[in-house]
């Protein structure tokens, strides 16, 4: 596949992007790893549950990043910079806002919450210990999505990159000082990713002041604006919160299958969350690329991108594939699993290996139409393939973990099929700011 001037444009925003993108599971990772070596099985379950509970919340959220990527590139692209500056502006202020009143709903609810999952008693204690503590740092967690849908919506994507790698070097050494060093437990494992997120945090709102300050924008909040963005994430909210009922369906499936089924399943999620990261740098290049494009009426070069990226996707998705497959023998003695959750995770590793080449395209389309701001079409997407995916969920109830990947597997073909029905359609080229 030869280098062409699109490769290059895709490889400018997603090379860096992919950087940044994978930063964000390996926090979690590098928790699993430290937790799986000095706490054991039942804190990486525990681990598995509470983190679950802590991504569905900001993955909620995501339209923070999401919806100010495309907003903000469909606005650079028509030339208009300063309302460009000002939308970024209101994604931070509104960040804030509903982090502060997620601490306040999450923190007394977290017991509830954890005992949903159906977890064994002395998981679920540990899993609320985590989850009460990590709370504190979603503010920081939604601040860092927005500033990162500023920068990729200016066609940035080099400065998260920084970020994200300084975030998760610190966040990898305060979690093994507090866990393996000070032995605070689980505890303080989330201290760490506190701390972590919270400094990554600063250093957005940090760069963005200074963006707004040369374009003129005041730093306070705009009513109109905080509303204007509130209302245009409610379609992205929606697609994501069906995202975010497949997973957790699948982890209290996994529940009820024993805590070795359970710990295998979590750490199987993260990795297919690694791989997922990865695959979405395109996706991020595709939000930048596609909202840019049409903002300035280039349907053709929209056009031509697309196809590019679905391209990259499919090889990108057959390389990490293969990877997961030559990786496999030595995963699980990364995270110390025992023998039954050992014999457990080699088996789901296969279906999570062999369903990737799909998960490339449904991410780069799935970028492509959020660039393109198509998020009502995403949302009814989202809700027609979770009723797909639920089903096949329960009937794997009885079966094993291998059979609850399969039907994760049946949800990204379903995903699929409705991604590739829109983008060879027209509805979604719309141009201008």
Same mark, same amino acid.
């Given at each position: 596949m030869p280098i062409t001037s699109e490769d290059r444009e895709i490889l400018r925003l997603a090379v860096p992007a992919f950087g940044a993108l994978v930063a964000e599971p390996l926090f979690l990772l590098a928790d699993y790893a430290i937790v799986g070596h000095g706490l054991g099985t039942t804190a990486v379950g525990a681990l598995g549950v509470a983190g679950t509970v802590l991504t569905t919340v900001v993955n909620l959220c995501v339209f923070l990043a999401y919806g100010t990527t495309a907003a903000v590139a469909r606005l650079t692209g028509a030339g208009e910079h300063t309302r460009a500056m000002r939308n970024g502006v209101d994604g931070l202020w509104l960040a804030i806002g509903i982090g502060l009143a997620v601490i306040a709903v999450g923190w007394p609810l977290a017991p509830w919450v954890v005992d949903l999952f159906g977890a064994a008693p002395e998981q679920a204690a540990q899993a609320v210990v985590y989850l009460r503590i990590s709370l504190l740092g979603v503010p920081g967690m939604l601040v860092v999505l927005a500033g990162t849908g500023v920068l990729r919506g200016l066609q940035d994507t080099l400065t998260p990159l920084v970020v994200a790698i300084g975030s998760f070097a610190l966040n990898a050494a305060l979690n093994a000082w507090f866990v393996l060093g000070l032995h605070w437990g689980i505890a303080? !494992?989330?201290? @760490?990713?506190?701390?972590?997120?919270?400094?990554?945090?600063?250093? $957005?709102?940090?760069?963005?002041?200074?963006?707004?300050?040369?374009?003129?924008?005041?730093?306070?909040?705009?009513?109109? @604006?905080?509303?204007?963005?509130?209302?245009?994430?409610?379609?992205?909210?929606?697609?994501?919160?069906?995202?975010?009922?497949?997973?957790?369906?699948?982890?209290?499936?996994?529940?009820? *299958?024993?805590?070795?089924?359970?710990?295998?399943?979590?750490?199987?999620?993260?990795?297919? !969350?690694?791989?997922?990261?990865?695959? /979405?740098?395109?996706?991020?290049?595709?939000?930048?690329?596609?909202?840019?494009?049409? @903002?300035?009426? /280039?349907?053709?070069?929209?056009?031509?991108?697309?196809?590019? *990226?679905?391209?990259?996707?499919?090889? !990108? @998705?057959?390389?990490?594939?293969?990877?997961?497959?030559?990786?496999?023998?030595? +995963?699980?003695?990364?995270?110390?699993? /025992?023998?039954?959750?050992?014999?457990?995770?080699?088996?789901? %590793?296969?279906?999570?290996? %062999?369903?990737?080449? +799909?998960? #490339?395209?449904?991410?780069?389309?799935?970028?492509?139409?959020?660039?393109?701001?198509?998020?009502? $079409?995403?949302?009814?997407? #989202?809700?027609?393939?979770?009723l797909a995916y639920l089903p096949a969920a329960l009937l794997a109830t009885g079966w094993n973990v291998v059979a609850l990947w399969c039907a994760l597997g049946l949800w990204m073909i379903a995903r699929l099929i409705t991604l590739v029905r829109r983008a060879l359609g027209t509805a979604w080229l719309v141009t201008g700011a």
């Open positions: 303080g !494992s989330a201290w @760490g990713t506190v701390a972590a997120q919270t400094a990554g945090a600063l250093v $957005y709102l940090v760069v963005v002041a200074k963006g707004a300050h040369r374009r003129g924008v005041s730093l306070l909040p705009d009513p109109a @604006g905080l509303k204007q963005a509130g209302t245009a994430g409610f379609a992205l909210l929606v697609r994501t919160a069906c995202l975010r009922v497949v997973l957790v369906v699948a982890t209290v499936v996994a529940t009820r *299958m024993g805590q070795a089924e359970l710990a295998a399943f979590a750490i199987a999620t993260q990795v297919w !969350s690694l791989l997922a990261f990865a695959l /979405d740098a395109i996706a991020i290049a595709g939000q930048a690329i596609t909202g840019r494009a049409l @903002g300035a009426g /280039d349907v053709a070069a929209t056009r031509a991108a697309t196809r590019r *990226m679905v391209q990259w996707g499919v090889w !990108s @998705g057959v390389a990490l594939g293969a990877l997961v497959l030559l990786a496999r023998p030595y +995963i699980p003695g990364l995270f110390a699993a /025992d023998p039954q959750v050992t014999a457990e995770l080699l088996a789901v %590793l296969w279906p999570v290996a %062999l369903f990737q080449p +799909i998960c #490339g395209v449904v991410f780069v389309l799935d970028g492509v139409l959020i660039g393109a701001g198509d998020q009502k $079409y995403l949302a009814w997407a #989202g809700v027609w393939t979770t």
